[in-house]
């Protein structure tokens, strides 16, 4: 297969509609393996009803477009895609439940060259659909690791695809939390939106080049952002404005995470480990917010 450029760059997302309730946010809270340590206890509100709040990452799973990459029509080898980046900014509250639209768009396709893949870059912007009120944005990158080469300019491409990352803060962190993910996180987390395959099906996890199914990056986010809500936020969701994060490598279910935040007046960076097996997963995310 080819990457079919134009076909892709001129995708026609609907605009889509959907109405989420507290069970969805209990769920969603429940696949980033909230409540799994009694030594947690701000996790209570996210599984809870009474007093529920909605971590804001759940917005990524509202109005999702699918797993659209894998359509024949767009030429991409959607086994070997991967996502690269992340980011979302809240502009008011996410609530616990609700009714919100939403239309994904297509902003970049960048060349990184032969055998080096193509960066598909879109965006969405989730408003309320009752009162029309902006919710957040996002910017999303996906990896297509077997889809470069199609331009005559790769080089300027591979430096677009890596601009926007920036150093951690040369001291020690201020805060260290880990979190263990449950076994079943990736079989719940695909319950919210995302049904790609490469998550629960070790046949198309070995044929991308893994040895069992990987958790969705979008997971290992939502971690992070449940993180900066009970360490640096005070455990309120509403203080979170921002979280942004360049995946290195995949985690696996069952894995425990290290997350190291250095802070700053209203914004913090972090990176994140998997210390059994020596791996960065994250070397200079950023959050920001009121703390």
């Known amino acids: 297969m080819t990457l079919n450029v134009d076909i892709v760059k001129n995708w026609a997302f609907p605009v889509l509609r959907q109405q989420y309730t507290e069970k969805d946010a209990i769920l969603y809270a429940l696949s980033l393996s909230c409540g799994m340590q009694g030594d947690h206890p701000g996790d209570l509100s996210f599984v809870y009803e009474k007093n529920l709040q909605a971590i804001p990452t759940l917005v990524n799973?509202?109005?999702?477009?699918?797993?659209?990459?894998?359509?024949?029509?767009?030429?991409?080898?959607?086994?070997?895609?991967?996502?690269?980046?992340?980011?979302?900014?809240?502009?008011?509250?996410?609530?616990?439940?609700?009714?919100?639209?939403?239309?994904?768009?297509?902003?970049?396709?960048?060349?990184?060259?032969?055998?080096?893949?193509?960066?598909?870059?879109?965006?969405?912007?989730?408003?309320?659909?009752?009162?029309?009120?902006?919710?957040?944005?996002?910017?999303?990158?996906?990896?297509?690791?077997?889809?470069?080469?199609?331009?005559?300019?790769?080089?300027?491409?591979?430096?677009?695809?890596?601009?926007?990352?920036?150093?951690?803060?040369?001291?020690?962190?201020?805060?260290?939390?880990?979190?263990?993910?449950?076994?079943?996180?990736?079989?719940?987390?695909?319950?919210?939106?995302?049904?790609?395959?490469?998550?629960?099906?070790?046949?198309?996890a070995k044929a991308a080049g893994f040895d069992r199914p990987i958790m969705h990056g979008l997971c290992t986010f939502g971690m992070v952002a449940r993180g900066a809500i009970e360490f640096l936020c005070g455990g309120m969701a509403s203080n979170l404005r921002s979280v942004e994060i360049r995946f290195l490598a995949p985690m696996f279910p069952g894995e425990r995470l290290r997350i190291e935040w250095t802070v700053a007046a209203s914004s913090a960076r972090y990176q994140v480990h998997i210390p059994d097996r020596n791996s960065v997963l994250i070397a200079s995310g950023s959050v920001s917010g009121r703390w």
Request: net charge negative.
């Open 61 to 204: 799973n509202l109005c999702h477009p699918g797993f659209w990459i894998s359509d024949p029509l767009t030429g991409i080898d959607s086994s070997r895609a991967v996502h690269a980046h992340h980011r979302v900014d809240f502009h008011s509250l996410v609530p616990a439940a609700g009714s919100v639209r939403a239309q994904t768009k297509i902003l970049d396709i960048i060349d990184r060259g032969s055998g080096k893949g193509a960066m598909l870059v879109f965006g969405r912007e989730i408003y309320d659909d009752s009162t029309n009120t902006l919710i957040a944005t996002i910017r999303h990158s996906t990896l297509c690791r077997a889809d470069g080469g199609f331009s005559n300019n790769p080089d300027a491409g591979r430096a677009a695809a890596k601009s926007g990352s920036a150093q951690l803060p040369d001291r020690a962190p201020d805060h260290v939390v880990e979190y263990v993910a449950s076994p079943q996180a990736a079989l719940i987390y695909r319950l919210g939106a995302d049904p790609n395959p490469l998550h629960i099906d070790p046949a198309v």
